[in-house]
Structures are given as C-alpha cells and as structure tokens.
C-alpha cells in the first residue's frame, strides 16, 4: 500500500524503520512526507529514512492531490484546545476517498463522533490505535475481542510525564526539575504544561469515552485539575506513609450522560493505579459482561507509538 505522512518527528522516523525492517512480510511504502518545518518530499518508489526535502506543499490538500496514496497518517503535534489543523487533514484525506491513520489524540477528543461518520460515508477506514496508550492495543481490543460488551466507565493513569514529575517531587526535587526530566526522556509534550495542567489526560479521556462510550464530549467538557496546585512537599510525606499521588483519568455515566474527570488523587500503594510509574501506563475499562478488564503498557516508547500505527496499517490492508 502507498502510504502518505502528515508530519516527520520521532514517531514518523521510528514508523519509517519500522516498515523498512518488516519490508519483505509487509511491503508498504511511504511515497511522500509532508512537514512544516524540513519541506516535502515525494517518491512513488519509496522514500528512505532521510527524505530529499523539497519545497513546501502550498497545502496538505495539494500534497495529497500530488502524493496519491492509499493511507495518510496524521501525526502533526498535538492542539488539545481545538484539535487543529489534524482535524481539517483527516477531512481532506476522507474527501480523496483516503484511508486515514492518526496518532494524534487531538481529533479523537474534540471530533470523533463526525469524523467516523464521514468516513462511513466515504467508505475508506479510519484507525487511532495510538492516540492514548502509544500503541498498546486498547480501541481494536473492544472492537474486536469484545462483541456485545458495554462499557460502563474507566479509570486510567495515562500522562508519563505526570507520573515522572510527581516521581522527582518524591525523591525531593522541584517541579522545574521533573519537567527537564520527561523533556530529557522525551516524553514531554512540545509544550510540558500541557501535561502538567492535565490537558493530555483530558484529551485522552474524551478519546476514550468518545470511542468507547459514545461521549461526544471534548476535553474542554472534562473537570480538569493538574498537578500546579500540589505542595511540592506531599508526594515524599506520602511515599513515607505507603500512599502515591497519581494523575488519573476517569469516566462514569452520571443521570444518563458521561461525566469525565482528571485530577490528582492519593491512592494508597496497594491500590493497582498507584503501581505504575514513569512511562508506564494502566488502563482500567468497567464493563457490563467482564467486569473488570486492565490494560498495562510498561515503559513504552516512540518504537511502540510507532508500531500501533503499524497495526493500524496492517488491520487497515487486512479489511480493504
């Protein structure tokens, strides 16, 4: 399959090795790269991992229109106020009769609802296994391993770099300092406080209850509280006294609608959320016919964001 790219980071440079590695069992091709900051680049026999940058595309419609592929995959950096211009990319690709791939949570929080449908009506499939959990299989688990389930709510710990920051708070350090850290690992969003404000967890929250609750919710709808209001202090006077400080996500139906919450909360350690540390991440989805089902990504990495876009792709292949 010939396959576009809407943005070139480290997610789009460890998807771009990753075909190359899986070349002879999957033979997908990226036939041209769109970016804001290094140009375009176009081959329709393939590009490698250091694109020849050309000029700027006039527009993503216009690199699309150029570019032909079968697949586009969205992974411009995140706008969790808005969703944009991710949002208006999906729908150019979905006009072109374009299948569509995003690791971007932006439009899966604030558009999935119309989004989806547009792409029923089109008749091309739509993935975004990545949005939440760096590609730990969460969206195609419900969707293909859980027929006739409903899910009633979640509670997650999804933000790594939270979880860093409350980690160097505990071993005395200040929040500045917890920031250079996850920026050092790489975890950080282009804008940290975004993390730290509680805005990635919200966006991810609305994702999931989007997708998995048909919220309809955006995470500007979210009761969102981050970590700037913590005595740098607690976390260490907690960790002596057996308890943790975690930034969790969660949702419920309420009176018939979805109420979506992230906030610091004290969890003793015996307690499954209290468990995860760094980059790790836990997701709990509350079920009618399941009870319980958790979801664990220990230490993830751009490799793994990279490779649920490759699952994507591959399901994508499978289902055309």
Do not use: C
Not at 188 to 215: C, R, T
């Amino acid at each position: 399959m010939r396959v576009a790219l809407i943005g070139y980071g480290n997610v789009g440079k460890a998807f771009a090795r990753l075909l190359q590695v899986k070349q002879s069992t999957f033979p997908f091709r990226i036939v041209a790269i769109h970016t804001a900051r290094h140009g375009t680049a176009y081959d329709s026999n393939g590009l490698g991992l250091a694109p020849p940058w050309g000029p700027a595309a006039a527009s993503v419609e216009a690199f699309l229109d150029e570019a032909q592929p079968e697949v586009a995959i969205e992974i411009t950096t995140l706008n969790p106020e808005s969703g944009e211009p991710a949002i208006a990319h999906i729908r150019s690709a979905f006009a072109r009769n374009i299948h569509v791939i995003t690791a971007n949570k932006g439009p899966i929080a604030h558009a999935y609802s119309s989004l989806n449908a547009e792409a029923r009506r089109r008749q091309v499939e739509f993935r975004f296994e990545s949005t939440v959990m760096d590609g730990t299989p969460i969206f195609s688990n419900v969707r293909n391993n859980l027929p006739g389930v409903k899910i009633l709510g979640f509670r997650g710990v999804l933000n790594s770099t939270s979880k860093v920051v409350l980690g160097a708070l505990q071993r005395g350090l200040t929040l500045e300092e917890g920031i250079r850290e996850a920026q050092r690992m790489g975890v950080a969003e282009a804008d940290p406080w975004y993390d730290i404000d509680g805005w990635d967890s919200a966006a991810k929250a609305a994702a999931l209850a989007n997708v998995l609750m048909q919220a309809q919710t955006n995470p500007q709808e979210v009761e969102r509280r981050g970590l700037r209001d913590i005595d740098p202090q607690e976390p260490a006077r907690l960790a002596r006294a057996g308890k943790t400080i975690q930034l969790v996500s969660s949702a419920e139906y309420t009176n018939g609608s979805v109420r979506l919450q992230v906030s610091p909360e004290i969890l003793p350690n015996t307690d499954l959320l209290a468990s995860v540390a760094g980059t790790s991440n836990l997701l709990l989805l509350y079920t009618d016919l399941m009870g319980t089902i958790g979801t664990l990504s220990i230490d993830p990495g751009v490799e793994q964001t990279a490779y649920g876009l490759f699952s994507d792709l591959v399901d994508i292949a499978r289902s055309v």
